[in-house]
């Protein structure tokens, strides 16, 4: 069974630290996958898409970037957080032809 | 471009009462139709789900139908839980990878 990992499950950044965010997902090939933020009592905002190595699509700008140097591993980082960045994130995968997405627990970051 | 709209939150209610939230959505062509839940501190996970115009998805009591006449998505339990008590998302996804969200809207059942 496919199963997805986020890690970590909560980080305390100061302004202007650098952000590392990992997801790897297991049990799968080929994954799109994607990178959303949750601001604190709003819905989803689609952050990054990817539908292969190295491939990324930003939906919207941002002080944040997307990388995927594995099939099965998105990377969401930052040189330089701001107060706005923080939020849940979460990532998710579905298949070549999606019917629905597949979320990961998710990280909570605090920018301070 | 597509979007989907979701009564506002919190809805709060009794053990046992008939719950409805109301979704609508805007499209071109024929979205499938999503509800997901996410529960305190969690990720979301799917709910229900319909394809094509007059499905019915139901799971754990809850059902949805797709109204293509209406453009809407109601998610609807006859009798709620505490348990039940989480934040809902109905989502659509057009003929593109992406999945469009609602803003949410948070269920509080009281026993």
């Known amino acids: 069974s496919q199963t997805i990992h986020q890690w970590p499950a909560t980080l305390v950044q100061p302004v202007g630290s650098p952000l590392s965010l990992e997801c790897t997902v297991e049990g799968t090939s080929n994954p799109n996958l994607y990178w959303y933020r949750q601001a604190a009592g709003r819905g989803l905002q689609l952050l990054f898409y990817s539908v292969g190595i190295g491939q990324i699509s930003s939906e919207v700008p941002q002080n944040l970037s997307a990388s995927r140097p594995q099939d099965r591993q998105f990377i969401l980082s930052s040189k330089k957080l701001l107060l706005s960045d923080s939020g849940f994130y979460l990532c998710?995968?579905?298949?070549?032809?999606?019917?629905?997405?597949?979320f990961g627990p998710g990280t909570r970051l605090t920018v301070l | 471009g597509n979007s989907v709209t979701q009564m506002e939150g919190p809805v709060t209610l009794s053990e046992e009462a008939f719950l409805t939230i109301n979704c609508t959505y805007t499209?071109?062509?024929?979205?499938?139709l999503f509800w997901y839940v996410q529960y305190p501190g969690e990720g979301l996970q799917l709910l229900l789900k319909a394809t094509k115009a007059d499905d019915k998805g139901s799971n754990k009591g809850f059902e949805a139908t797709y109204r293509k006449e209406t453009t809407s998505f109601h998610l609807e339990k006859g009798s709620v839980q505490v348990s039940d008590s989480a934040v809902y998302f109905c989502a659509l996804r057009d003929s593109s990878y992406k999945l469009i969200f609602g803003s949410g809207t948070r269920l509080l059942v009281r026993p």
């Open positions: 998710a995968w579905s298949v070549l032809r999606p019917d629905e997405q597949f």
């Open positions: 499209a071109t062509g024929y979205p499938s």
